[in-house]
């Protein structure tokens, strides 16, 4: 690709990014840094929440010295994060390594912004597929996964027990509306979730959808209908209430931690506030329509070489990235970063370690990313009037399959 093209490129894809997930600004970076061995490496992260005395920042040092350079480390907000990469590279001053959201790279790597693991000889041959897929786009792939978070159902022990839920008997979506049924019969609610009209109401709603059978290229089948009517019916029967549609993840946990509602709705990052509870808890896997877990949207980062001017600098960015992400480091980071890992092995040691996890682990095991099946950068086109119609069927403006009808149409047409 020409410098011209790829300046295009960039310039136009910025504008699919605002639509996307994230908005920002610009920093200074390792553009004109000397090439080659030694000096110092930018690494680019989405953690501002860790302070320089963090395992994760230790990590970080430890992996430069380990490559024989120092490494400089900003931390940004997530929102921030894919337009300063963006832009970075149009002004040809990229970070050496980036660490995005799994939805920003195919947005990136659309741009030209990223390297390939071939053409930088990062191993990932180790990482779970469904997990690497979201790093993938035209056959190749542009980062390593460092970790994935999803969602799963979180259950008050008490109100089930009360109730004469065993929540080992709640295995597809009728044993899971029965068992909703059972608990508004003893006085209490049934589940919370979020649906607010925004990417968290989608995110929240692709278990639902994929666990029927639908397919994000066709939002009005009959099997995505049956999910949106899933959700309606439980607000027309008291089973939901009428605040998910204004209820991101966070005030839907609030909801749960109440203690009124039997499930929640939510992903591995309130494991801490779990355990700060005034019931008992446990979590299940969504269940899919028929039976078995569904699969969940994955969260989590993906660690990227971006382009540089100075290709001499790609060797040593290598080591860095094979240092964060190889399996011992993993176990620790992901760890700290309430994650599963993306290999395996990591995933056994980390079940092993913590019972807790294991439901997590299933869940990782049967998710899937919201850029597969080679979307890439058409996700956000089809996520906006996905969530517009869960917001429609539920709010009463349209029926299910009305929603969805023109959800499709607005997709196609972007």
Same mark, same amino acid.
């Given at each position: 690709?020409?410098?011209?093209?790829?300046?295009?490129?960039?310039?136009? =894809?910025?504008?699919?990014?605002?639509?996307?997930?994230?908005?920002?600004?610009?920093?200074?970076?390792?553009?004109?840094?000397?090439?080659?061995?030694?000096?110092?490496?930018?690494?680019?992260?989405?953690?501002?929440?860790?302070?320089?005395d963090?395992?994760?920042?230790a990590?970080?040092?430890?992996?430069?010295?380990?490559a024989?350079?120092?490494?400089?480390?900003?931390?940004?907000?997530?929102?921030?994060?894919?337009?300063?990469?963006?832009?970075?590279?149009?002004?040809?001053?990229?970070?050496?390594?980036?660490? =995005?959201?799994?939805?920003?790279?195919?947005?990136?790597?659309?741009?030209?912004?990223?390297?390939?693991?071939?053409?930088?000889?990062?191993? =990932? @041959?180790?990482?779970?597929?469904?997990? !690497?897929?979201?790093?993938?786009?035209?056959?190749?792939?542009?980062?390593?996964?460092?970790?994935?978070?999803?969602?799963?159902?979180?259950?008050?022990?008490?109100? !089930?027990?009360?109730?004469?839920?065993?929540?080992?008997?709640?295995t597809?979506?009728?044993?899971?509306?029965?068992?909703?049924?059972?608990?508004?019969?003893?006085?209490?609610?049934?589940?919370?979730?979020?649906?607010?009209?925004?990417?968290?109401?989608?995110?929240?709603?692709l278990?639902?959808?994929?666990?029927?059978?639908?397919?994000?290229?066709?939002?009005?089948?009959?099997?995505?209908?049956?999910?949106?009517?899933?959700?309606?019916?439980?607000?027309?029967?008291?089973?939901?209430?009428?605040? =998910?549609?204004?209820?991101?993840?966070?005030?839907?946990?609030q909801?749960?931690? @109440?203690?009124?509602?039997?499930?929640?709705?939510?992903?591995t990052?309130?494991?801490?506030?779990?355990?700060? !509870?005034g019931?008992?808890?446990?979590?299940?896997?969504?269940?899919?329509?028929?039976?078995?877990?569904?699969?969940?949207?994955?969260?989590?980062?993906?660690?990227?070489?971006?382009?540089?001017?100075?290709?001499?600098r790609?060797a040593?960015?290598?080591? !860095?990235?094979?240092?964060?992400?190889?399996?011992?480091n993993?176990?620790?980071?992901?760890?700290?970063?309430?994650?599963?890992?993306?290999?395996?092995?990591v995933?056994?040691?980390?079940?092993?370690?913590?019972?807790?996890?294991?439901?997590?682990?299933?869940?990782?095991r049967?998710?899937?990313?919201?850029t597969?099946?080679?979307?890439?950068?058409?996700?956000?086109?089809i996520?906006?009037?996905?969530?517009?119609?869960?917001?429609?069927?539920?709010?009463?403006?349209? @029926?299910?399959?009305?929603?969805?009808?023109?959800?499709?149409?607005?997709?196609t047409?972007?």
């Amino acid at each position: 690709m020409t410098g011209l093209n790829r300046r295009r490129r960039l310039a136009a =894809v910025a504008v699919i990014a605002l639509a996307a997930v994230t908005a920002g600004a610009c920093s200074s970076s390792s553009g004109d840094s000397d090439g080659g061995g030694g000096g110092a490496y930018l690494v680019w992260d989405p953690y501002p929440q860790f302070a320089d005395d963090s395992d994760w920042v230790a990590l970080l040092k430890k992996c430069g010295t380990s490559a024989g350079v120092t490494v400089e480390r900003t931390g940004y907000d997530t929102t921030d994060l894919t337009n300063k990469a963006l832009l970075a590279a149009q002004q040809g001053n990229s970070p050496d390594v980036l660490i =995005v959201d799994n939805p920003v790279i195919s947005t990136l790597a659309e741009a030209g912004a990223l390297t390939t693991t071939e053409e930088n000889k990062l191993d =990932v @041959s180790s990482m779970a597929p469904n997990l !690497l897929g979201a790093g993938q786009s035209g056959g190749k792939t542009y980062g390593v996964p460092i970790g994935a978070n999803t969602l799963a159902l979180y259950y008050n022990k008490d109100l !089930l027990t009360a109730a004469g839920v065993d929540p080992a008997s709640v295995t597809d979506w009728t044993s899971l509306t029965s068992a909703l049924t059972k608990v508004k019969a003893k006085g209490k609610k049934g589940i919370t979730f979020s649906a607010i009209g925004t990417e968290e109401g989608s995110f929240q709603f692709l278990p639902w959808f994929w666990g029927s059978g639908a397919q994000l290229t066709s939002l009005d089948s009959p099997q995505a209908v049956s999910a949106l009517t899933l959700w309606k019916d439980w607000l027309k029967q008291g089973l939901a209430p009428n605040s =998910v549609i204004n209820n991101t993840q966070t005030t839907s946990w609030q909801e749960f931690a @109440s203690g009124n509602f039997a499930f929640a709705e939510n992903g591995t990052w309130q494991l801490a506030n779990a355990e700060k !509870l005034g019931f008992s808890y446990g979590t299940i896997a969504i269940p899919a329509s028929a039976g078995g877990p569904a699969p969940a949207p994955t969260g989590g980062e993906f660690v990227s070489i971006p382009v540089q001017k100075k290709t001499d600098r790609y060797a040593t960015s290598q080591k !860095l990235v094979t240092c964060l992400t190889n399996a011992d480091n993993l176990l620790t980071t992901d760890t700290t970063l309430s994650y599963v890992a993306p290999v395996t092995a990591v995933q056994d040691r980390q079940a092993t370690e913590n019972p807790k996890l294991k439901v997590w682990v299933e869940a990782v095991r049967a998710a899937k990313g919201r850029t597969g099946d080679n979307l890439g950068t058409k996700y956000p086109k089809i996520s906006e009037p996905l969530w517009t119609a869960v917001q429609a069927a539920l709010s009463g403006g349209k @029926s299910p399959q009305e929603a969805l009808t023109a959800a499709q149409a607005s997709a196609t047409s972007k």
